[in-house]
């Protein structure tokens, strides 16, 4: 919030100092504290010492992680940014045992901070303790070194890292803040998604967190020759050997925070239309994650957390929209490339998939549907796969998310009302989880009062008619509840097993104004004969050596 409308402070004593934030009517928030630290290429290590000042002033968000701003201009701190911002419930003190959620933010791992996310609703109407974080992205959080690899150290995965600080952090210190310290759920969202979904295979991971939830992320990581190869990319752009650096690391070490930035040749036409030199993923390193994340999965090697994940009916669309036009020849080619070649497969796939009646047609947006179908089977099999690990066994459930917002077609800020030809994209379910309208690419800064610098025209008009606000509140309740227990009501969201379900998350218009909204549970995520075809697909592709399509994602 701007503090030049704050109505009032309140204060939290912790063990490392007091903290102050902002008091409103219906919630408390601290924004931008200090959990952790850490050196360029190294581990992040939680907060341990007191803060300087006491009482902390928590009224305004903390700095992002450097990163992108646009094509030609930096963004954020690389040494100050391991902040979090918590929300609350008015009125909540220490000992409310209040659910805790710590959000993790999107951005193809590249970009992107906590500051757009604010969870005041989520937290005030679902009872629970609401945090988010900033971590490292880009180089900063997944370069990976072959020198640090041959010393037997873990590489490439600073950001995960950060993400284990920020629990530690929280385990020692929520309490203060009303918060259960022995119920840590993480959710996330695009990438921030897949990292999440991470922390049910990473070893060091056990005991820091009982529940994750992922909203389009996948089981997903790359390996060590890849994420290695992507550094040499960034080496090559630095110049390292014609400066005559004897180590990649000594040469990326000595650049400038700046320099690491420009050197990805990071150039977008949208946030969600970006092109570069470089692309980052955690990284199977072999010491914090030590095989492929299915595989891990598969053998029963995964912590004993709840887990919750799904994705958008329509999510990959978002990402191939603007790739246009498609021709009908090139589409067929599409689908057979997606099926490696194989006749029978590619077949399958077309009479799932058929072309367009005219064939001179753009596809784009028919490829957007199987591109979307592939990712949702995806999910499922990873479901699978942790449904049969005894750890997880009886503690995975899946949803898919089959709406956007339609309250208004003023508020175009995203993630809010776009074109209906595009169903149900990547990120539209992020303002109904916040129990708000949230501004993923302008900030919540920007959109919060008219007249603020910065404020932007998209951000009028941003509210819930009442059936988006019941549905809101329906989604929060099922995440906030899945927090608490890790366990929801089984006839609204059923455990994943056998049989095979999920929970159709789409507002109930049938309902009585002021009844809470129910959702419906259904099979195989609605796709079940194309799933058939797309596991057959992932089969084709393990037994050939290839990476499963669980672990390639397009997540944002």
């Given at each position: 919030?701007?503090?030049?409308?704050?109505?009032?402070?309140?204060?939290?004593?912790?063990?490392?100092?007091?903290?102050?934030?902002?008091?409103?009517?219906?919630?408390?928030e601290?924004?931008?504290?200090?959990?952790?630290?850490?050196?360029?290429?190294?581990?992040?290590?939680?907060?341990?010492?007191?803060?300087?000042?006491?009482?902390?002033?928590?009224?305004?968000?903390?700095?992002?992680?450097?990163?992108?701003?646009?094509?030609?201009?930096?963004?954020?701190?690389?040494?100050?940014?391991?902040?979090?911002?918590?929300?609350?419930?008015?009125?909540?003190?220490?000992?409310?045992?209040?659910p805790?959620?710590?959000?993790?933010?999107?951005?193809?791992?590249?970009?992107?901070?906590?500051?757009?996310?604010?969870?005041?609703?989520?937290?005030?109407?679902?009872?629970?303790?609401?945090?988010?974080?900033?971590?490292?992205?880009?180089?900063?959080?997944?370069?990976?070194?072959?020198?640090?690899?041959?010393?037997?150290?873990?590489?490439?995965?600073?950001?995960?890292s950060?993400?284990?600080?920020?629990?530690?952090?929280?385990?020692?210190h929520?309490?203060?803040?009303?918060?259960?310290?022995?119920?840590?759920?993480?959710?996330?969202?695009?990438?921030?998604?897949?990292?999440?979904?991470?922390?049910?295979?990473?070893p060091?991971?056990?005991?820091?967190?009982?529940?994750?939830?992922?909203?389009?992320?996948t089981?997903?990581?790359?390996?060590?020759?890849?994420?290695?190869?992507?550094?040499?990319?960034l080496?090559?752009?630095?110049?390292?050997?014609?400066?005559?650096?004897?180590?990649?690391?000594?040469?990326?070490?000595?650049?400038?925070?700046?320099?690491?930035?420009?050197?990805?040749?990071?150039?977008?036409?949208?946030?969600?239309?970006?092109?570069?030199a470089?692309?980052?993923?955690?990284?199977i390193?072999?010491?914090?994650?030590?095989?492929?994340?299915?595989?891990?999965?598969?053998?029963?090697?995964?912590?004993?957390?709840?887990?919750?994940?799904?994705?958008?009916?329509?999510?990959?669309?978002?990402?191939?929209?603007?790739?246009?036009?498609?021709?009908?020849?090139?589409?067929?080619?599409?689908?057979?490339?997606?099926?490696?070649?194989?006749?029978?497969?590619?077949?399958?796939?077309?009479?799932?998939?058929?072309?367009?009646?005219?064939?001179?047609?753009?596809?784009?947006?028919?490829?957007?549907?199987?591109?979307?179908?592939?990712?949702?089977?995806?999910?499922?099999?990873?479901?699978?796969?942790?449904?049969?690990?005894?750890?997880?066994?009886?503690?995975?459930?899946?949803?898919?998310?089959?709406?956007?917002f339609?309250s208004?077609?003023?508020?175009?800020?995203?993630?809010?009302?776009?074109?209906?030809?595009?169903?149900?994209?990547?990120?539209?379910?992020?303002?109904?989880?916040?129990?708000?309208?949230?501004?993923?690419?302008?900030?919540?800064?920007?959109?919060s009062?008219?007249?603020?610098?910065?404020?932007?025209?998209?951000?009028?008009?941003?509210?819930?008619?009442?059936?988006?606000?019941?549905?809101a509140?329906?989604?929060?309740?099922?995440?906030?509840?899945?927090?608490?227990?890790?366990?929801?009501s089984?006839?609204?969201?059923?455990?994943?097993?056998?049989?095979g379900?999920?929970?159709?998350?789409?507002?109930?218009?049938?309902?009585?104004?002021?009844?809470?909204?129910?959702?419906?549970?259904?099979?195989?995520?609605?796709?079940?004969?194309?799933c058939?075809?797309?596991?057959?697909?992932?089969?084709?592709?393990?037994?050939?050596?290839?990476?499963?399509?669980?672990?390639?994602?397009?997540?944002?």
């Amino acid at each position: 919030m701007m503090a030049a409308f704050l109505l009032s402070h309140v204060d939290v004593r912790t063990a490392l100092g007091d903290v102050r934030g902002n008091a409103f009517p219906s919630f408390d928030e601290f924004l931008g504290i200090p959990y952790g630290s850490a050196k360029r290429f190294e581990p992040a290590t939680p907060r341990t010492e007191h803060f300087e000042k006491s009482p902390l002033d928590a009224t305004y968000f903390g700095p992002a992680c450097l990163q992108t701003l646009t094509n030609v201009t930096t963004y954020g701190s690389e040494y100050s940014c391991h902040v979090l911002n918590c929300w609350r419930p008015s009125g909540a003190t220490a000992g409310a045992d209040l659910p805790v959620l710590l959000f993790v933010p999107g951005g193809s791992n590249d970009f992107g901070e906590a500051e757009p996310y604010n969870a005041s609703a989520l937290a005030a109407a679902q009872h629970a303790l609401v945090c988010s974080i900033n971590y490292r992205v880009g180089p900063f959080g997944f370069v990976a070194f072959e020198e640090a690899h041959a010393a037997g150290e873990a590489t490439g995965n600073y950001a995960l890292s950060d993400i284990q600080a920020a629990l530690r952090f929280l385990r020692s210190h929520t309490t203060a803040f009303g918060g259960d310290a022995s119920r840590l759920t993480l959710f996330g969202q695009s990438s921030g998604g897949s990292l999440v979904l991470l922390h049910t295979v990473l070893p060091s991971s056990s005991g820091l967190v009982e529940g994750v939830l992922s909203q389009s992320g996948t089981l997903s990581a790359r390996s060590l020759a890849q994420s290695v190869n992507v550094t040499a990319t960034l080496a090559e752009r630095l110049n390292c050997t014609k400066y005559g650096f004897q180590s990649v690391r000594a040469c990326l070490l000595a650049a400038s925070g700046d320099d690491l930035v420009y050197a990805q040749g990071v150039h977008c036409v949208t946030p969600n239309a970006c092109s570069a030199a470089t692309s980052w993923s955690p990284t199977i390193d072999g010491v914090m994650l030590p095989d492929e994340p299915l595989t891990l999965a598969e053998s029963g090697k995964v912590n004993p957390v709840a887990v919750a994940l799904g994705a958008n009916t329509n999510d990959s669309y978002l990402f191939i929209m603007n790739t246009g036009p498609l021709s009908r020849t090139a589409y067929l080619a599409a689908l057979a490339a997606a099926a490696r070649g194989n006749a029978t497969l590619t077949s399958a796939l077309v009479a799932l998939y058929p072309p367009l009646a005219n064939r001179t047609a753009d596809h784009v947006a028919l490829m957007g549907w199987w591109s979307s179908d592939k990712m949702l089977c995806g999910l499922r099999r990873a479901a699978t796969a942790l449904a049969a690990a005894p750890p997880t066994a009886g503690q995975v459930r899946l949803y898919r998310f089959d709406h956007w917002f339609q309250s208004n077609r003023v508020c175009t800020a995203v993630s809010n009302y776009h074109e209906p030809s595009w169903g149900s994209v990547h990120q539209d379910e992020v303002s109904f989880v916040f129990g708000m309208p949230i501004f993923m690419n302008i900030g919540y800064s920007n959109c919060s009062v008219p007249g603020w610098p910065g404020f932007d025209k998209s951000c009028l008009g941003c509210h819930f008619n009442a059936t988006e606000a019941a549905f809101a509140r329906a989604v929060g309740r099922l995440w906030t509840s899945f927090a608490a227990s890790g366990d929801p009501s089984e006839a609204e969201w059923p455990r994943f097993g056998a049989a095979g379900r999920n929970v159709l998350l789409q507002p109930q218009l049938a309902v009585e104004p002021g009844t809470p909204q129910r959702m419906q549970p259904e099979y195989a995520l609605g796709r079940e004969p194309f799933c058939a075809v797309w596991d057959e697909v992932d089969a084709t592709e393990r037994a050939a050596g290839a990476p499963s399509a669980v672990a390639k994602s397009t997540a944002g």
